[in-house]
Each structure stands twice: as structure tokens, then as C-alpha cells.
């Protein structure tokens, strides 16, 4: 007996994917040293790749409304929380930097941990509804 | 009583214990329906994972050098600014030559080009807290613990091992805990060569200059802390292999349920572990960046008030080291910062202070525009910095905690270690055509 709506589960599987997928390719450009928006750092596109598989590996327990598969879905959020708050937080540092005078010129980087953790959002919402009456 | 019962008796008895509690709560418990999934159960099943475990652990660690690096970046300037102001207010207003520059050299440029560092210390404990709190620190150490007991250290290791990634000391210290003596005697061995917060700020200072942008500069500190795990676990399973032979014994840990950090928990965690910086800074760091500073500037008269370092004391000592560290490409300047270090790793940062007369972040610039370092050379550098000597303050807890023949090996070891693992960077960089 599924622990919660397969229906539920398989939408949030196909967002699974579709996060994980997001995750590589950026992983992949960070880590052949960067393209446009998205800059070099070999450590942070592994990092991503690491958020990715936790997404996928996910995949088949939510497909059949099971918590394990939650559980990936929960620590690949929390992960893309981290990355996604770090670098909003790093965005600040550098306002502030400017701001004091430390810096020349304001250099904003939205990197694809953020836009990505954004995307993940939705996910977060309808995990949250899943899990309100779960206790710690 | 191991051998009498064919079982190792610290697995044993914890088992034995619960397996008590299990049917004690059987009898004396209703359960009225299933057990619910909790948050603890939901998040160990992803954190505890075979094979994600130990990745997410990497990936988590490195989010929290990225939070330091990026974070502390302001906070820094702020402290930079304040004593930059604070020197040429000095030298302005101090007639005496003698006197205006050790305010202004020593005292404001020494102390400010360390204590531009409270920042990263600070926030790098916030970080850490964050992670012992939330409960997720004692499930790295179950993650760690199958890779560590392979590696021939014990599991109880891993938490002095992870603080010696804030001080050194405590960390022996904590060794306590281990009951086994081999065990023990590894895990303080092995201590140093985790990276302590004392040697951030050489790392964010090289990183700094030899590379050109932040998100590099910040994969090149965390690579020493990848690298001294790596050599860590290294020199641990050399050591179970030679020195103690032998298996480590079972790790038996109780994993509490996970929680969201309290703000003043974390913040109280972080002073407690952040003020001896604050200490030493004014008391053991203070007095050599001065000592730093005289042998820079005196002979007063040769060095025309400190402007001549080339005729000073330290450049005499330096040029006597210098041949030791000169295949590396590093001058004598550096060399005597290496000197400086064995005392306090934050003294290489000051120590560069005082001979290039910078102050703070000021210390960055002066250092990037007296080309003193090639990107290799400068990684090479960061990597002696993290491998060679425990300071003298470890030194003196190791003494406390091992017989001083295993105190004396850890120094020499430690030293040999770093000539190698340098010589190593210095030649597959040539080999990849980075120097």
C-alpha cells in the first residue's frame, strides 16, 4: 500500500527529473570551466551533481508513493536550499563590499544554484503539504 | 572476557542493552497504531545512505568553506578599513620616528593583518554549530565511520578530527574519548594535518593573490582541507600498517533526532569556540608579529627606520633558510614567515605584514604586486603551510597527551611530509606545463 498518492508522487517525480537534469547540465558547465551566466568551479559543479543523483535516486520510490522516495526528494531540497541560500547570501557580501567601498564595481552573479533553487520552490510547497502532520 | 566469549564485548554489550530496553518497552508500552515516519526517519534515510551518504557529507562541507569565504568578505574590509585609519592616523600624528612606526608597522599593521581573519573564523564556526545543532554532524561520523575503520582509524575519531578543522588543541584533547591506546595515539598523530581555522587566513591570503577570482580562490582552500583529510587518513593507515598493527575497535554511536538550530545555541557555540582567537590574537600573535616587526626594522640605522628590510635581522636569518625552500621558487621573506608560522600559523600572515609594511587586506595587494608567487608556487605554499609542524601550542598538548618520542615523530614526520607533498605539487604542476 503506497504511503501517499501515486498521482502526487508521479507529478513530483516528472519534477524530480526535470530538477536533476537542471542540475547536471549545470554541473557539467561548471565544471568544463564555465559559460555565460554560469562561472567555472570544478568543487561546485560536483557539488551539483551530488544534488542531482540525491533528486533521480529519488525517482522510482515517488513513482510508487513511497516515503523513501521522499526522503531523496527532502534532502535533494535541502541541498538546493543550501547552495541556493549561500549564493543569494554571497550576492549581499558583494552589495555590501561595494557599498563600503571595498569594492570598485558591483558585480551581480546569479548563479544557477539560485535560479534552480528558485525553480525548486513549488516542489518545497507541495513536499511541505505532504509533510505538515509529520512530526520530528 | 573477548576471547572467553568469541564476541567483541563493546559491540556486545550496547546491543544486549537495547535488545533489554526492546522487550521491556514491548511489555510496558502501548502502541496504539504504526509508527509514524518522523523527520528523523525521512532525513537518515537520505543523509545515511550507502552511497550518497559520504557525497553529500563532501558536498556540505564545501558549502560551508564557500559560506566562509563569500560571507566574511565585508567584514573583513570593515576591520582593513578601521586600521588602515587607525595607522595613518598614528604616523601622522606621532613625532618620535621610532615610536610612530611601531604603532603604525608593528602594532596597527601586525595586529590588523591578523585580525582581518575574525570574519572567516567566526563565521566558519556559525557554519559548523549550525551542522552539530541540526544533528547532522554525528550522522557524518556514522557516514565516515566504514571508510574510516578501512582507513585503520576508529570511528570515535572522526569528531576530533572534524574539530580539529577549528583548533588543533581541543581536538587532541578529545582524543580522550578513545579508550583504545593505538587508536588514540593515531588520531592525535593524524590531528595536524586537519586543517585548523589558524590557517585560514594564509590560505585566503595566497588564494587570494595567486588567484584571480573568488570562486577559485575559494576550490583552492577548500582543496586543503580535502587534502589534509586525504592525508590524514593516509598517514593513519600507513601507521596502523607499520607502527600499530592491528584493528581498530568497534564504534558504537547514538544518533540524536534532528532539530532546527536555536539562534542563541549557535551564536553561543560559535563565541565559545571563537574567542580563544580573539586571545591569542592579543597575546601570543600580538607579541611575535612585534618581535616580527623589530628584527624588520632594526638595526634602526641600517635599515633607514624599517625602509631597508634588505639589512635588517630577519633578512640575515632569512637568507640563511632560504636555500632549504628556494627549489620551491619561495624567497627569504617567505621562508621566514614559514619560521614565524612553527610559532602561530596566523604569524605567516602578520610575518608578511611586516615585511612588506601592509596592513589587512592591504597585505593582499602589496603581496600580489611584489610577484613573490606564481600560482604554483603560492599553491605549493599553501600546501607546506597546511602539512608542516604543529604550532608550539599543540606541541604543548601533545606532550600533555603522548609520551614526547611519538611528539618529537609527529613534528618530524609532519615536516618530511611537507617537503614531500610540496615537491610533489611543484613537479606535476611543471609536468602540466602551470608553472
Known amino acids: 500500500m503506497p504511503d501517499f498518492d501515486t498521482g502526487t508522487g508521479r507529478i513530483m517525480a516528472i519534477y524530480a527529473i526535470a530538477l536533476g537534469i537542471g542540475y547536471i547540465l549545470s554541473g557539467v558547465i561548471e565544471v568544463f570551466g564555465g559559460a555565460g551566466m554560469v562561472p567555472g568551479d570544478i568543487f561546485g559543479g560536483l557539488a551539483l551533481f551530488v544534488i542531482a543523483a540525491t533528486y533521480i535516486t529519488g525517482v522510482p520510490g515517488l513513482l510508487n508513493g513511497e516515503h523513501g522516495g521522499l526522503s531523496f526528494l527532502m534532502g535533494g531540497l535541502l541541498l538546493s536550499a543550501v547552495f541556493g541560500v549561500l549564493y543569494i547570501l554571497a550576492i549581499g557580501a558583494d552589495g555590501l563590499e561595494y557599498i563600503i567601498g571595498a569594492a570598485e564595481t558591483l558585480s551581480i552573479s546569479i548563479r544557477p544554484e539560485i535560479w534552480l533553487f528558485l525553480v525548486s520552490l513549488p516542489l518545497a510547497y507541495q513536499v511541505w503539504k505532504l509533510t505538515r502532520e509529520v512530526t520530528w | ?435
Open chain 2, 1 to 435: 572476557m573477548n576471547e572467553y566469549s568469541g564476541e567483541d564485548l563493546e559491540v556486545v554489550f550496547p546491543e544486549r542493552r537495547y535488545e533489554a530496553i526492546a522487550k521491556i518497552m514491548e511489555t510496558a508500552v502501548r502502541v496504539r497504531k504504526e509508527r509514524k515516519w518522523t523527520f528523523t526517519d525521512i532525513l537518515d534515510h537520505v543523509f545515511l545512505h550507502r552511497v550518497l551518504g559520504i557525497p553529500i557529507f563532501l558536498a556540505l562541507l564545501y558549502a560551508v568553506f564557500q559560506f566562509t569565504f563569500a560571507i566574511s568578505a565585508p567584514f573583513s574590509d570593515m576591520i582593513d578599513l578601521s586600521f588602515g585609519w587607525l595607522g595613518s592616523l598614528a604616523g601622522a600624528n606621532i613625532s618620535n620616528p621610532m615610536l610612530a612606526s611601531f604603532v603604525a608597522d608593528g602594532v596597527c599593521a601586525g595586529l590588523g593583518s591578523v585580525l582581518v581573519f575574525i570574519p572567516p573564523i567566526f563565521i566558519l564556526f556559525f557554519a559548523l554549530a549550525i551542522l552539530e545543532d541540526s544533528g547532522y554532524l554525528a550522522r557524518a561520523a556514522f557516514v565516515m565511520d566504514r571508510a574510516m575503520y578501512k582507513l585503520g582509524l576508529h570511528g570515535r575519531s572522526f569528531i576530533p578530527l572534524i574539530t580539529g578543522f577549528g583548533c588543533n588543541i581541543p581536538a587532541i584533547m578529545a582524543t580522550r574519548s578513545i579508550e583504545n591506546e593505538n587508536d588514540r595515539i593515531i588520531t592525535i598523530l593524524v590531528n595536524p594535518l586537519m586543517s585548523c581555522s589558524a590557517r585560514l587566513p594564509v590560505y585566503v591570503l595566497l588564494a587570494g593573490v595567486i588567484f584571480s577570482t573568488s570562486y577559485v580562490a575559494g576550490a583552492a582552500v577548500f582543496s586543503m582541507y580535502v587534502l589534509g583529510i586525504a592525508l590524514a587518513v593516509m598517514s593513519a593507515l600507513v601507521f596502523r600498517k607499520t607502527l600499530f598493527r592491528g584493528k581498530p575497535a568497534p564504534f558504537v554511536l547514538e544518533l540524536p533526532r534532528y532539530a532546527v538550530p536555536g539562534l542563541k545555541s549557535v551564536t553561543l557555540h560559535m563565541w565559545e569556540r571563537g574567542k580563544w582567537f580573539l586571545i591569542k590574537a592579543g597575546t601570543f600573535i600580538f607579541a611575535v608579529v612585534i618581535v616580527a616587526w623589530a628584527l624588520s626594522t632594526f638595526p634602526w640605522a641600517a635599515t633607514a627606520g624599517g625602509e631597508l628590510i634588505e639589512n635588517s635581522y630577519i633578512a640575515m636569518f632569512g637568507h640563511v633558510i632560504e636555500p632549504l625552500f628556494r627549489p620551491f621558487g619561495w624567497n627569504w621573506q617567505s621562508a621566514v614567515a614559514l619560521f614565524f608560522g612553527f610559532l602561530a600559523k596566523e604569524a605567516v600572515v602578520g610575518t608578511f605584514g611586516a615585511l612588506l609594511g601592509a596592513e589587512g587586506e592591504g597585505v593582499n595587494i602589496a603581496l600580489a604586486n611584489a610577484h613573490w608567487f606564481t600560482p604554483l608556487s603560492g599553491f605549493a605554499y599553501m600546501v607546506f603551510v597546511l602539512i608542516y609542524f604543529p604550532c608550539v601550542a599543540t606541541i604543548g598538548v601533545m606532550l600533555k597527551e603522548l609520551r614526547p618520542r611519538w611528539v618529537l615523530f609527529a613534528a618530524m614526520y609532519t615536516l618530511i611530509l611537507a617537503f614531500v607533498v610540496a615537491s610533489l605539487v611543484m613537479a606535476i604542476g611543471h609536468l602540466a606545463g602551470l608553472a
